[in-house]
């Protein structure tokens, strides 16, 4: 591996931070969510904070990073950028939030209102309902994106120059295509890579026809993160099939690495995550492995002080 490459800055694009004995998150509290995507998640029922984080990401040049929403109360929505926004005042991080709204709320713009007060709010995370979903399970997803009540809320991103953090299952993708095509002046950044939890043939087809249809909205970039699979090991050659196609269908510039941490830590720890990611593409060029690894989330994200930025 080139020098390059084991000391390029890093912005880890998608991470989290709990406090349970200061803020309510029931996934991690009393209401443990059984059909959670990686199976026993006991190891991280516990607090992260920013000196957890840090001693995780001690082996990379981690300059800067993007706390994305961790299911807080929902009753309460701006206190945990509240909770986080005294945390980055106090401990250097983080740089980005994205927050959490609930599109079909009536009071939405309120909402966004109130996280806009807090600078380091870039962006919106705020997971439509799935087709055959409980319609009282709302703790984790609300709203069809074809609703007009939740698209009038999604309209106002645009307003309020928020970004759209998008984390459906693949099987979403395509209307969530059409979602962006028509709001074609917000930016979206789809997570996690689409989920392509199904690594048979036909699934990767099927997962490989969604995202051609999503990559083809210019405004969709895409987290290349969260590998893991349920009750499956990491799989090196796997994901990196992955990820090489991923960036292959939507352009270096259009890809960001990300850690999702400490989620992710479930399957691999910090520094073999991102060894692995820099494996991956120790072929590319010196400006693509800069985007993929950094200048693609400065570009979505637009993080203030960028100069002064380090964890």
Request: proline content about 6%; some cysteine.
């Amino acid at each position: 591996m080139s020098t390059f490459l084991e000391n390029i800055p890093i912005a880890d694009a998608h991470h989290h931070l709990w406090d349970l004995s200061h803020g309510i998150y029931p996934w991690l509290g009393d209401r443990p969510n059984e059909s959670f995507f990686l199976g026993d998640y006991a190891a991280i029922r516990r607090n992260y904070l920013p000196h957890d984080y840090r001693a995780d990401a001690r082996g990379h040049n981690v300059a800067w990073t993007v706390h994305i929403e961790a299911e807080w109360d929902r009753n309460q929505q701006v206190r945990e950028t509240e909770w986080l926004s005294s945390v980055a005042e106090q401990h250097g991080m983080p740089h980005v939030l994205v927050a959490h709204a609930w599109f079909d709320d009536p009071n939405i713009e309120s909402v966004l209102e109130a996280h806009c007060e807090h600078p380091l709010v870039r962006g919106i995370r705020s997971k439509p309902a799935r087709p055959g979903q409980d319609p009282h399970d709302v703790d984790e997803a609300r709203g069809a994106m074809s609703d007009t009540a939740w698209r009038r809320g999604f309209a106002l991103l645009r307003k309020y120059n928020l970004r759209w953090d998008l984390r459906v299952p693949v099987q979403q993708l395509p209307e969530a295509a059409q979602l962006c095509n028509t709001f074609e002046d917000t930016q979206v950044v789809l997570n996690h890579t689409g989920f392509p939890w199904d690594r048979s043939p036909e699934g990767l087809a099927f997962w490989r026809e969604c995202m051609r249809t999503i990559a083809s909205c210019p405004n969709v970039y895409v987290k290349l993160s969260e590998f893991g699979l349920k009750d499956a090991p990491w799989d090196y050659e796997g994901n990196r099939a992955i990820v090489l196609e991923t960036v292959d269908i939507f352009g270096a510039d259009r890809c960001m690495f990300a850690s999702n941490f400490p989620v992710a830590g479930l399957r691999i720890d910090f520094t073999s995550l991102y060894d692995a990611y820099k494996r991956m593409v120790k072929d590319f060029s010196e400006t693509e492995q800069l985007a993929l690894f950094h200048d693609t989330a400065a570009k979505f994200y637009a993080p203030a002080h960028l100069e002064n930025m380090t964890t």
